[in-house]
Each structure stands twice: as C-alpha cells, then as structure tokens.
C-alpha cells in the first residue's frame, strides 16, 4: 500500500558528477527536509510554493532585518496538475534544463511533489533517460524506463496513463506496455457466485412506500427524541448497496445489499463506520476521511470529484449521471479521466454488458460507453 511506502529523500539518480533525489512533502520529503540544500530544487508550483515561503513580514519594520538567513537552492516551480502531466512543457524544457544544469555546475537536484509518486516519477524518469550515458541505458521503452525509476524509488511512481505516454514523447521512446495499475478488482471478484437473477433484483427494486412516521401514542408526524439520535447502522452509505472486504486479498467491494458473498468466512462489512471512522488525511481537502472514501493515500474521492468539476451538494454527494452517490460509491480512473459507479462495476463483471462512465476532458463532461 502507498501509506507505508519511501519517506524522505531517495538518491535515485548519480551520473555524470551529478545525483537527483526524489521525494513527497507529505512524507517529510523535499528539498526543505534535506541536510544540505541541494543546487536546484523542482516541482509541481504549488507544492514548491508552500514550502519557500513561510514567512511574511510588512515593509520598512525593523524585525524584518533580524530573520535567520536561509540557504535556498534555485527553484523551478512547474504549473502541474496532480495526477496529469505539464500543459507548457514539451522535449526541448526538458533538454535545455539538462543542458543548464551541466553547464551551470549543478551537483545535486532535488524532485518532488505532495506524494512522491506520480509528477516525481516523470521529472526522476527524465532526467535519468537523460542523464544516463546512452552506452549505460538498460531500458528499450517508456516502461522500462519506469520500472527502473520505480525500482530505485517506489513501485507507485508514476501513476496515470497519461503520463506514461508524457514520458515516452519527451524522451523520444516506445511506449512500451502500460505499467499502470489501476484500483482494478479482478482478484476479488474471483471470489464470488452469483446468478443473473439476484443482480436482475438488486438493480430493479422498486423504491417501497413511505409509511407516516407515528410517536408513542400513534399519532401522524409526532416524533420521539429517540428518532433524533445519530443512526449507526449499516444502508445508510449508499441505499441498496453495501461494502465487503475480501479478507483473502484485502479488496473492498460494493455489492447490492441482499447478496451474500461466497464463502461467507472470506468477507467481513466495512461500511458501517463511514461517518464516525475517519482517521485519512486528504491533502487537497485538509480535512480527514474514511478509507472508504480516499481515492488514493493523499487524495479523497471527493477531491477528485472537485477536480472533474463534478456538481457536490451540501452533505458533499457527488452527481453522477442526474443522481446523487457518496463518494465511496465512486471510482476514479485518472489516466482516463473517467468516474465510473459501483452498480456499473457490478453490471460489468456479473452480466458482460458495458458499463456507462462519465468522461472528463478538460472542462467538458458527457456520458459515454466504456
């Protein structure tokens, strides 16, 4: 898992007189944490930004005067999107950038980016395929320029297809396989055994009626204190719908309420303590969140869903195809710029049929076949 991965600052490159490090300031990584302020520091603009300048002081007060210098190394704060790839940036910055650090004397680089993943996955690949002497390159193509990176660094850089692809164009090599692991759930869903009935019955089942609530005394409308107390209990997520955890391979699934996983030993609930349970931390939202509804370690479903400018209401449901889903309900594929439902997750892999997902691409939504 990504939450017990690399921490600090990784020294993934050394060639040419000249060592590259890798890290996540959200795991005590980055150019500030290091014991020597490296010569050059890069990165996504905001990330570089929030660690540069910590304090601000009025012109002309005297205390202004009186700050510990700071040694600062040359910065170049990118416009880089998390999970996407430089919109500005082609093969010739990536080039002169190699060409200014031999000509300008730079020892050491420090690359980062919130988790050290995915944008410090691409700056470490390029400037290895780059720095690397041709005679002393082991990789073909783009994956096996990122599995390299990933074997010196961590197995989660580089994290969309999209920036596979970024790689592969500025550093002028085949594509090559996807290297991409997408929260995929091939494994789990080995597991299970069901008929085309029950799936039939769990996504037709007419709403039931409403019946008028009655206090003690029966009377229409007349509510008790009791009915005022927080609910705990499970259905209240994603009505219709639970989750499962499949103890064999550690895989969360939603599943429609009245299905019984096989074997039964193998699956335990894990949906009931979404509301009182969050201990997750989400970078971009700076507030805490249940397993359930992160997207990855530093990134909750919700964020995503602001990313794709998804329309959010007050109890943060996320529309989807003209209904509203908690953001547990929800997946998303970064590469493909895709939300894709639970219930079209489970139409999938049990009926064959295609699933609808909703497409993102730049400030466009529209529905379409997966």
């Known amino acids: 898992m990504k939450g017990n991965c690399h921490t600090g600052n990784i020294a993934v490159i050394e060639e040419q007189g000249v060592t590259v490090y890798g890290g996540g300031t959200n795991r005590d990584g980055g150019w500030h944490t290091m014991a020597e302020v490296p010569d050059l520091a890069l990165g996504p603009r905001g990330v570089m930004r929030s660690v540069h300048y910590n304090d601000i002081i009025p012109d002309g007060w005297k205390c202004s005067n009186a700050f510990i210098a700071q040694q600062v190394p040359i910065l170049i704060e990118i416009d880089w999107p998390d999970f996407s790839i430089p919109s500005n940036l ?8 190699v060409d200014d650090i031999k000509e300008k004397g730079i020892k050491t680089v420090s690359c980062q980016c919130m988790g050290g993943h995915g944008r410090t996955g691409v700056q470490l690949a390029i400037l290895m395929h780059y720095l690397t002497p041709e005679s002393k390159r082991t990789w073909s193509d783009t994956a096996d320029l990122v599995m390299e990176v990933r074997k010196r660094m961590c197995e989660h850089c580089v994290e969309s297809k999209s920036q596979q692809k970024y790689i592969a164009e500025v550093c002028d090599l085949p594509e090559g396989e996807s290297v991409i ?9 080995d597991n299970f055994q069901v008929s085309d009935d029950e799936i039939a019955k769990a996504l037709e089942k007419p709403k039931p009626k409403r019946k008028p609530r009655k206090g003690k005394k029966g009377k229409k409308g007349q509510q008790t204190l009791s009915q005022f107390a927080p609910k705990k209990h499970f259905g209240e ?14 895989q969360t699934i939603w599943m429609p309420e009245d299905h019984d996983p096989y074997p039964k030993g193998d699956w335990t609930r894990v949906d009931g303590d979404i509301n009182d349970f969050r201990d997750q931390f989400c970078a971009v939202m700076g507030e805490k969140f249940h397993p359930l509804e992160m997207h990855d370690v530093q990134t909750s479903k919700l964020a995503m869903a602001t990313f794709a400018e998804l329309e959010i209401n007050d109890d943060n449901r996320v529309k989807v195809k003209g209904r509203w889903y908690h953001p547990a309900f929800l997946e998303f594929d970064e590469g493909e710029m895709e939300v894709i439902l639970w219930s079209d997750i489970w139409k999938r892999e049990h009926k064959g049929a295609a699933s609808e997902t909703l497409t993102i691409k730049g400030n466009r939504k529209k529905e379409s076949e997966e």
Do not use: H, N, P, T
């Open 181 to 189: 692991v997408s929260r995929g759930f091939d494994s789990a869903w």
């Open 90 to 97: 082609g093969k010739e910055f990536w080039l002169a950038l």
């Open 237 to 250: 997520i994603q009505k219709g719908w639970k989750a499962m955890l499949c103890l064999k391979d550690d």
